[in-house]
Structures are given as C-alpha cells and as structure tokens.
C-alpha cells in the first residue's frame, strides 16, 4: 500500500520539534526601577499639565529609547542650564544634581522639578553628614557621570573619587582614623564589595554608609541574571551604552559563567552571528528599559528559530516612589490627579 505524501502516515514518528533543544530564559526583575518610572512620568505628567516645552537637564535615565519617546511628545534635552530660556520648566534627570545647579536654576528664575531616584538623594544626605562630622569621603563610582558629579557636589572638599579596587593602593588621606565610603548606586555589587574590602583592608576603622548604596534594583537584575547565565551559551543584555546598571549587567553575566554577552540599544543591534551554534539564550534588561524593548528581543529571537522564552524569576519587586512634591502641588491645583 502506497501513502499520498500529502497524508500524514499514523504509525509515522512526529516530525522532530526544530526548537526543542534550544531555549530561550529571560531574566526577572528586569527593567523599569521605581525611580526610573518615577523620572519618566514625571516629565509625561509634566509635558501634561504645563505644556511643551519641557526642558530636561541631561538625559531623565540613561535609555536612547525613552529619551527620543519623551522628545516626541515635547521635551527638550539641555546639558546645562545656559540652554533653558529665563523662566522656563526644567526636569532635573534621576541622576541627581549638585547644590550648584540648584543654586544656578534659583538664580535663573526656572522653575524645576526634582525627579532624582529618592536612592540617590539618600546617598546625597550621606555626604553632607560625614562631611558636617569631619570625615574624608571615598565615593566609589565611574568618574564623568551625572550621579558622580552630583554627589560629589555635595561636598566636594570632602570627597575622592576611586574608580576601582586598583586605585586603593595609591589613595592618600590626611587622617585614616576618619575615613568613610559611599558608592554609586549603580555599581557592580561584587566589583564595589571588592573594592570595600581593599579600603578596609588600608584603613581599618573605615565607616560604613548606614545602609548599602548600590541600588535594590541593580543588586535585584544582578543576581537574576546570575541565576540563568551559568547555563546560557549567550546573554543577550538590552539597555543603551551610558547606562552604567546595564554594561555592568553583561560583566556580571561573563563572570557568572555566560559563555557569550553583548548589550543591545534593541533587537536591530543583534548580529546573528550570534546565534550560531547557540542552545541557550538568556535575556535581561537594564533598570532604565521599558520591556518592549525586550520583546523585540525576543520576536527576534523567535523569528530565528527560537521558541517561546521562560521566565526565571529572583524576587518580586513592590517599591514605589511618589512623584516630586513640587509637581504633585501642581497636579492638585490642576484637573489631573497625581
């Protein structure tokens, strides 16, 4: 008996699955901080309530993406104050400012509104208090960006920049009896933990900061993608270039086992050279990505032979940041509700 090669054959073996032994494993938590959406809607709700143009001091968080959205709808990026006319609205980035840009805005007669991460301002009053007590203050972070600037226009005489574990060796201070640390919230854990314990290891009655500064949400996406990179031949990490929480994320991917790791601005970016030879893929995003963004990520990869992705799941994120005060006062006097 003859089978039409149009009917399937019941005793037949089913057709291999193409996608069976590859997998695609994405990262939770992932994306969007509290202090990231507090940032963004700050300047939708702003764009709302008082019109366009809405002018923003630097980029509000670190995404090409949500910078070219918010630019859109009406905002202007300005990298100082000199570009915002006399008496305008200005946003100040979730990166925080120094005193002096505060005082330059007063000066100006703009009105501004205060959308840094509540985590940084925390790290802000941290340095006016070890400065107000005399001590030296070693801020671990990446020099040149905003949060670095800012903090350390709190109490600039106070405060030495260290980059790495590797400048400890030739850090001088006038007193090592008096010497407190604090660090960029978006830091490597590891790589600031390391750094920590060659401080200490220097001055051994180093003061610790009341609490870790490096960020709930940069510890959280951290050990998520910890969890799922030991197993994946290739780590895909969405987040733009200056966004510090997402170039480390592929550092933290690499040391955690990740054979293969590259950040993506999006799915455009990937080269699937890739993807050769790849079984496993796992996928994460910075604390600055909307997750659309990492969906295109993963169409891309569908659309390559890669099948429906699995979530793995760290912990549940619940924190929320109110909006600044001053834009909330505005949106009472207003129609909206905050």
Same mark, same amino acid.
């Given at each position: 008996?003859?089978?039409?090669?149009?009917?399937?054959?019941?005793?037949?073996?089913?057709?291999?699955?193409?996608?069976?032994?590859?997998? /695609?494993?994405?990262?939770?938590?992932?994306?969007?901080?509290?202090? $990231?959406?507090?940032?963004?809607?700050?300047?939708?709700?702003? #764009?709302?309530?008082?019109?366009?143009?809405?002018? /923003?001091?630097?980029? &509000?968080?670190?995404?090409?993406?949500?910078?070219?959205? #918010?630019?859109?709808?009406?905002?202007?990026?300005?990298?100082?104050?000199?570009?915002?006319?006399? !008496?305008?609205?200005?946003?100040?980035?979730?990166?925080?400012?120094?005193?002096? $840009?505060?005082?330059?805005?007063?000066?100006?007669?703009?009105?501004? =509104?205060?959308?840094?991460?509540?985590?940084?301002?925390?790290?802000?009053?941290?340095?006016?208090?070890?400065?107000?007590? !005399?001590?030296?203050?070693?801020?671990?972070?990446?020099?040149?960006?905003?949060?670095?600037?800012?903090?350390?226009?709190?109490?600039?005489?106070?405060?030495? +920049?260290?980059?790495?574990?590797?400048?400890?060796?030739? #850090?001088? *201070?006038?007193?090592?009896?008096?010497?407190?640390?604090?660090?960029?919230?978006?830091?490597?854990?590891?790589?600031?933990?390391?750094?920590?314990?060659?401080?200490?290891?220097?001055?051994? @009655?180093?003061?610790?900061?009341?609490?870790?500064?490096?960020?709930?949400?940069? @510890?959280?996406?951290? +050990?998520? &993608?910890? @969890? =799922?990179?030991?197993?994946?031949? +290739? *780590? &895909?990490?969405? %987040?733009?270039?200056?966004?510090?929480?997402?170039?480390?994320? $592929?550092? /933290?991917? +690499?040391?955690?086992?990740?054979?293969?790791?590259?950040?993506?601005?999006?799915? %455009?970016?990937?080269?699937?050279?890739?993807?050769?030879? $790849?079984?496993?893929? %796992? *996928?994460?995003?910075?604390?600055? /990505?909307?997750?659309?963004?990492?969906?295109?990520?993963?169409?891309?990869?569908?659309?390559?032979?890669?099948? @429906?992705?699995?979530?793995?799941?760290?912990?549940?994120?619940?924190?929320?940041?109110?909006?600044?005060?001053?834009?909330?006062?505005? #949106?009472?006097?207003?129609?909206?509700?905050?």
């Amino acid at each position: 008996m003859t089978t039409d090669a149009t009917t399937p054959d019941p005793g037949a073996a089913p057709a291999p699955d193409p996608t069976a032994a590859k997998r /695609v494993l994405v990262a939770a938590p992932r994306g969007y901080c509290a202090g $990231v959406d507090r940032a963004v809607v700050t300047v939708e709700r702003a #764009l709302e309530t008082y019109g366009a143009p809405i002018y /923003v001091r630097k980029q &509000i968080v670190h995404n090409r993406h949500v910078v070219e959205t #918010l630019e859109q709808r009406g905002a202007i990026f300005v990298d100082e104050l000199d570009q915002v006319p006399a !008496g305008a609205t200005v946003v100040f980035s979730a990166h925080g400012v120094a005193p002096s $840009v505060h005082a330059e805005a007063k000066e100006r007669t703009l009105k501004t =509104i205060d959308a840094t991460c509540p985590l940084v301002t925390k790290v802000h009053h941290e340095a006016r208090r070890f400065a107000r007590e !005399g001590l030296e203050i070693v801020l671990i972070g990446h020099g040149g960006h905003e949060e670095v600037e800012g903090t350390t226009g709190e109490a600039p005489e106070h405060i030495t +920049l260290v980059q790495n574990p590797g400048e400890v060796d030739g #850090l001088e *201070v006038k007193d090592p009896s008096r010497v407190a640390w604090l660090s960029q919230t978006t830091l490597s854990v590891d790589e600031t933990m390391e750094t920590v314990g060659k401080l200490r290891q220097k001055f051994p @009655q180093l003061i610790d900061p009341p609490s870790d500064d490096i960020c709930y949400a940069t @510890q959280n996406r951290q +050990l998520a &993608i910890k @969890q =799922i990179a030991g197993h994946s031949d +290739l *780590v &895909i990490v969405v %987040g733009s270039a200056n966004s510090s929480n997402s170039v480390r994320l $592929v550092e /933290v991917a +690499l040391e955690a086992g990740a054979k293969a790791a590259y950040r993506v601005d999006n799915a %455009g970016e990937i080269d699937d050279a890739w993807l050769d030879g $790849v079984s496993t893929v %796992g *996928v994460t995003s910075g604390a600055s /990505v909307p997750d659309d963004l990492v969906q295109g990520v993963l169409d891309h990869l569908r659309s390559h032979g890669f099948p @429906q992705a699995t979530e793995e799941r760290l912990t549940e994120e619940s924190l929320t940041f109110a909006l600044p005060p001053e834009l909330r006062r505005d #949106l009472r006097k207003g129609a909206i509700n905050d």
